[in-house]
């Protein structure tokens, strides 16, 4: 793990204010953060807990600090050329083994987001989502697994996407993720990460974010089902070790 803060940067084409909404306005966050999940609260009580509970704002300048307990992540959001240049400059590290164990996760998880918001105003500002999740433990590659094409950010692909012809484009790539549109879901995306055998998680760590538009009930339950099929017997999720 490096001991440096991790910044992370997108480039949205939308104003400055309309990137400020999407990081101030609930309506707004619950299109892009995080993915929709039952439970206590679910994704409404996630999101007023780390975007309304412990903050501070500077409206004119479009800064935003999410303070916890070992300092906050600063969101930044200044005009460029072509649109919003959207900056998250990680909270610092901390002498916390607790909070270090997950240090390396919320980076992982930021980096999905940021991207999911850039592609919420560019593609489908003010449409509602709806959102697949899958996440486990296994050393089998993900996006080799899937056949994942390495074409670069922009190129169009195509590929067999669990028994569902897909096309789209290579909507971004990190180190350890990679985010597809897919024409099929109603210009959805597809956002896949793989991290390698670590001290935190010696057998690696898989996750699948599926974001789809205009995909009714049964739409939905057939990928969600084609979905678990497939990833149940390759990344074994938590409670099942």
């Not at 994704?43 to 307990?69: C, K, R």
């Not at 993900?142 to 096309?167: N, Q």
């Not at 898989?206 to 739409?219: F, K, Q, S």
């Amino acid at each position: 793990m490096s001991e440096e803060t991790p910044r992370i940067e997108v480039t949205v084409a939308a104003p400055v204010e309309a990137v400020w909404e999407a990081l101030r306005n609930k309506d707004k966050i619950r299109h892009w953060h995080g993915w929709e999940y039952e439970g206590e609260g679910g994704l409404d009580q996630e999101i007023d807990l780390i975007y309304f509970s412990e903050f501070s704002e500077d409206t004119t300048a479009h800064v935003l600090e999410l303070q916890g307990e070992h300092g906050g992540d600063r969101f930044e959001v200044e005009a460029v050329e072509g649109g919003s240049r959207l900056r998250l400059t990680r909270a610092p590290h901390s002498d916390n083994p607790e909070w270090e164990a997950y240090y390396d996760d919320v980076t992982e998880g930021w980096t999905t987001f940021l991207h999911q918001l850039r592609f919420a105003l560019e593609h489908h500002p003010d449409e509602p989502r709806r959102t697949l999740f899958y996440s486990g433990t296994g050393t089998d590659p993900l996006m080799e697994a899937l056949k994942v094409p390495a074409a670069p950010v922009g190129a169009e692909y195509e590929l067999d996407l669990i028994g569902e012809p897909a096309t789209g484009r290579v909507w971004y790539r990190s180190e350890n993720q990679v985010g597809l549109t897919v024409d099929g879901w109603g210009d959805g995306l597809l956002v896949l990460s793989h991290v390698g055998p670590n001290e935190q998680k010696p057998q690696g760590s898989a996750m699948a974010i599926l974001t789809l538009y205009g995909v009714d009930d049964a739409g939905r339950d057939a990928i969600d089902k084609r979905w678990r099929d497939w990833w149940s017997p390759r990344y074994s999720t938590p409670d099942e070790g």
